[in-house]
């Protein structure tokens, strides 16, 4: 079992950023592939990023070159640095890790208004 906690999220305004932080549990945290999804009022999950365990990304469209994912496997964590956002940025961001299942943190809530 796997427990996820994100941290991070908050009110901005367009054209700010914030890093989105996920810690984990577990001793195999290496081997972990991590991704981070979002999900916005009336619309399904989707992907935003994902990192594999030898730091490979992958960035959904509307992202790419504002976000950036990375992992630090010494502190357990996966972060999530978002700049440039924009009003449809706004969602509930989580966090989730594969190894041996999958496994989802409870979401931070990122807002992104004037």
């Known amino acids: 079992q796997v427990q996820l906690v994100e941290s991070g999220g908050g009110l901005v305004q367009p054209g700010g950023s914030l890093r989105l932080s996920c810690a984990a549990s577990?001793?195999?945290?290496?081997?972990?592939?991590m991704g981070w999804y979002r999900q916005a009022p009336g619309k399904q999950r989707e992907l935003v990023a994902t990192?594999?365990?030898?730091?490979?990304?992958n960035y959904a469209d509307s992202v790419k070159g504002r976000f950036t994912i990375s992992r630090d496997n010494a502190k357990n964590t996966v972060y999530l640095q978002m700049n440039s956002l924009k009003p449809e940025d706004t969602a509930v961001y989580y966090c989730n890790a594969r190894h041996s299942g999958s496994y989802w943190g409870q979401g931070t809530q990122v807002t992104v208004s004037s």
């Open positions: 577990g001793s195999s945290f290496s081997f972990y592939f």
């Open positions: 990192m594999t365990t030898v730091g490979i990304t």
